[in-house]
Nanobody, 122 residues
Framework: QVQLVESGGGLVQPGGSLKLSCTASGDVYRIQVMRWHRQAPGEQRELVATMADGSKVNYADSVKGRFAFSMDVARNTGYLQMNNLQPEDAAAYYC????????????????WGQGTQVTVAS
């Protein structure tokens, strides 16, 4: 059994920073892909950043230069450092990962976290 849990959301003023964490727990052998998505009320879920093979990162244009995605492979944890946050960044942030267990390798299974709320307001 594998679980994906996000943390680190909260309330921040415009221009402030937050660091989100996404930890995979259970029988995790390898995380193939990890992504951060966000969804604001009334909006579609948006892809924010993708990390593949533990190092290749792609960002949405709206966050380039402000957000940084990193990975601690030993801790099965991905981090999204968000700087210069603006009101348009406010949303529920969701972690997605494709994970193999020792039993399922090389096949991988998709998982979603429960989400963590980011609020940007004065």
């Amino acid at each position: 059994q594998v679980q994906l849990v996000e943390s680190g959301g909260g309330l921040v003023q415009p221009g402030g920073s937050l660091k989100l964490s996404c930890t995979a727990s259970g029988d995790v052998y390898r995380i193939q892909v990890m992504r951060w998505h966000r969804q604001a009320p009334g909006e579609q879920r948006e892809l924010v950043a993708t990390m593949a093979d533990g190092s290749k990162v792609n960002y949405a244009d709206s966050v380039k230069g402000r957000f940084a995605f990193s990975m601690d492979v030993a801790r099965n944890t991905g981090y999204l450092q968000m700087n210069n946050l603006q009101p348009e960044d406010a949303a529920a942030y969701y972690c997605y990962a494709e994970i193999s267990t020792r039993r399922t390798w090389p096949s991988h299974t998709p998982y979603w976290g429960q989400g963590t709320q980011v609020t940007v307001a004065s």
